[in-house]
């Protein structure tokens, strides 16, 4: 059985990774010919722990192959995970284009029975339309199957989650997809979870929504927290211990980024009206995350009241730890908005700078890069705490302090002790906790 894994983006590069490693024959394919070029060669062009010597290995061991022609992948494989990205579209909902271009390459390039696996995050209905795209467009009678099998993964344990699943979810309406899914993924038996295909493509939206309002939640707690004596971090860990509610996802900051959680939830608030349902609660989530931003800001000139011309040190861009993704990163609103208040900002963060200098270039009026914490504080009025990364836990304060120009933090994830900063000499502000 060959697997042919079309969209090398973030899904689609760890399942080519991760399925060769189970050992399966797999071919990867993207119409990025750059990204091929170098995935053939060993090079990963995401951040993505382990993710680099898992691709060398199995490039060596032949069990993965890299390929820029689609047509030539979808003709050579029995199995396509299509994995190319639903980006939103200005009215919140996926835009569905890419998925529909690959549709109907398939069809024009069937030479045998195929199953068609959606891997992407995708629309309730969207294998419906799979079908009666490849149906439209196909010029021989050979038979098709479509799946559903959602991605759970998460940037910076991508690799550890996709070979150590939580779940594996098949939808399926036949009998031969279902075998040869069990038989792709034998190896997690008891971890799968077999389904209809509307009911897997709903459960991808649905957990992403309800982490999303996990998050929201918390921080709309945080608020309430710093109104009266409430500490934000002892709520999450009490309520946490219920395990009804579980501990993860109730860590209160600057809100949820990335590519998945804000892109999801207005797709599902889309499709949900779209079917005349009432979606306000999703729309809260949405509105209470976006709000972070002003909080942030609001501590900042609580700290310093005027931010023209104060020297700011911003540290963290990309939009959690152990990743250089910056879509949709809080820290590019603030940076945004820091900018408009005419401030002098120094940027610093571990992975996500390069990635960063395609959105605010070098030479943009306010921004200045630094090649270490220590660099961006020193001068600074402030410090902007705004990515939890491991290297700012273990940041010298001591030091730090020494070096800038006023000892103030602002730490919008909650990564240091109150008592322990504020011992050192810094005024010190953080989320949902005096
Ligand atoms: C998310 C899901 O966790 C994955 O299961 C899913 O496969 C993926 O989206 C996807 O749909 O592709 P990811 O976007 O990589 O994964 O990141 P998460 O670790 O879920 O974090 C999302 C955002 O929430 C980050 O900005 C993080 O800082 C924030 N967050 C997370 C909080 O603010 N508080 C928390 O308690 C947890």
Request: with cysteine.
């Amino acid at each position: 059985m060959k697997i042919g894994v079309i969209g090398t983006g973030y899904v689609g590069m760890v399942t080519a990774v991760g399925l060769a490693d189970l050992g399966h024959n797999v071919i990867g394919t993207d119409k990025v010919t750059k990204k091929i070029e170098k995935a053939s060669k060993g090079i990963v062009p995401i951040y993505e722990p382990g993710l680099g010597d898992l691709l060398k290995k199995n490039l060596k061991n032949g069990n993965l192959s890299f390929s820029p022609d689609l047509e030539e992948t979808i003709r050579s494989s029995d199995v396509l995970f299509v994995c190319v990205n639903t980006p939103q579209r200005k009215d919140g909902s996926a835009d569905m284009s890419f998925v529909e271009g690959v549709s109907r390459c398939i069809a024009e390039n069937l030479n045998g029975y195929k199953l068609i696996v959606e891997k992407s995050t995708v629309p309730v209905r969207t294998s419906s339309w799979i079908k009666r795209t490849i149906s439209l467009y196909k010029n021989k009678e050979y038979s098709f199957d479509v799946a559903s099998n959602p991605e759970f993964l998460r940037e910076g344990s991508a690799l550890s989650d996709f070979l150590n699943p939580d779940r594996i979810v098949i939808g399926v309406e036949s009998e031969k997809a279902r075998n040869i899914l069990l038989k792709i993924y034998k190896k997690y038996k008891e971890k799968i979870h077999i389904t209809n295909i509307d009911t897997a493509e709903l459960i991808k939206h649905a957990s992403n929504s309800f982490l999303a309002m996990k998050i929201s939640f918390i921080n709309l707690i945080s608020d309430l927290c710093e109104k009266t004596d409430a500490d934000v971090e002892f709520v999450a860990k009490g309520m946490g211990l219920d395990s009804r509610i579980g501990k993860q996802f109730l860590k209160a900051g600057l809100g949820y980024g990335g590519s998945c959680f804000p892109k999801d939830v207005r797709a599902l608030v889309k499709i949900g009206e779209d079917l005349g349902i009432g979606m306000k609660l999703l729309k809260e989530v949405d509105r209470i995350n976006l709000a972070r931003i002003d909080m942030f800001i609001n501590k900042i000139k609580e700290a310093l009241w005027i931010l023209k011309n104060k020297k700011l040190a911003v540290l963290g861009l990309s939009f959690k730890p152990r990743t250089d993704d910056i879509r949709n990163a809080p820290s590019l609103n603030i940076i945004e908005r820091l900018l408009e208040e005419e401030s002098q900002l120094i940027l610093y963060d571990p992975e996500a700078i390069e990635n960063t200098k395609t959105y605010f270039p070098e030479k943009t009026k306010g921004i200045h890069y630094a090649e270490s914490a220590l660099e961006a504080l020193t001068n600074a009025n402030a410090a902007l705490f705004i990515t939890e990364w491991e290297e700012f836990k273990k940041l010298d304060l001591y030091k730090a302090k020494q070096l800038m120009s006023n000892p103030i933090i602002i730490d919008g994830r909650n990564i240091f002790e109150p008592d322990k900063v504020r011992k050192l000499g810094f005024e010190y502000y953080s989320v949902g906790r005096k």
